[in-house]
């Protein structure tokens, strides 16, 4: 959904023309597809993650959403405001952003995703059971508060190499045993811990070099 033409991205699927709305709508007629309001039918919260197109492409759906859904969901992302209504961010949007990487590592790609495992913790919790927090100003006071304290300081300079010193890299990563490890966590360990500055999709495909891993992550 980001615009890059691979073999694990959805434009790469496709054959002919891409409109990402009419390949969402397509996809809502699918035999496997939920409708939005369905989700609703059961009890409880509704938490959704969402990275920038998928939060544009849920905007409408969203915001047809009566008072008594919006009041049940949780939207967690990185710099979702711009792309969702008015009534939703107001109604379901909690308030993460990159202070998160200070307490739960990883890549851009994958932000959404860690903010929401981050999110059902504080949820499970003992103190925030304890303190009775059911709505949406309380589920925000819970992510300022854990995120309050990080301070994420000067970004750090991270210096240009070649294919083969980071193919160097993702191999003495996994001869520490890491071999186990998702392309997502080595490229952070790559970035960090050696200072090396790294494109998301040219990771990915070095480190399916290095693994001789498939597009979908599997070993051959």
Request: glycine share 10%.
């Amino acid at each position: 959904m980001t615009g890059v033409a691979g073999s694990d991205a959805v434009r790469g699927r496709i054959v002919g023309g891409f409109d990402p709305a009419s390949w969402w709508r397509a996809l809502q007629k699918g035999p496997y597809a939920t409708a939005l309001d369905e989700v609703f039918q059961s009890e409880g919260l509704v938490l959704v993650a969402l990275s920038h197109p998928y939060a544009r492409l849920l905007a409408d759906d969203l915001a047809a959403l009566d008072e008594t859904c919006l009041a049940r969901l949780r939207i967690v992302g990185m710099g979702l405001g711009p792309h969702l209504p008015e009534r939703v961010r107001t109604a379901a949007l909690l308030p993460y952003d990159d202070r998160l990487d200070h307490l739960v590592p990883g890549v851009r790609s994958d932000f959404c995703q860690r903010a929401l495992s981050h999110f059902v913790g504080l949820l499970t919790d003992d103190r925030a059971r304890g303190s009775g927090t059911t709505d949406i100003q309380g589920h925000r006071a819970l992510v300022d508060a854990a995120l309050g304290p990080v301070r994420t300081g000067t970004p750090s300079q991270r210096t240009r190499a070649t294919d083969e010193v980071i193919v160097q890299r993702i191999s003495a990563h996994l001869s520490t045993g890491a071999r186990a490890r998702s392309a997502s966590h080595l490229l952070r360990a790559v970035r960090d811990m050696d200072g090396i500055a790294c494109e998301a999709s040219r990771f990915a495909r070095l480190y399916r070099l290095v693994t001789r891993t498939g597009p979908k992550g599997a070993a051959q």
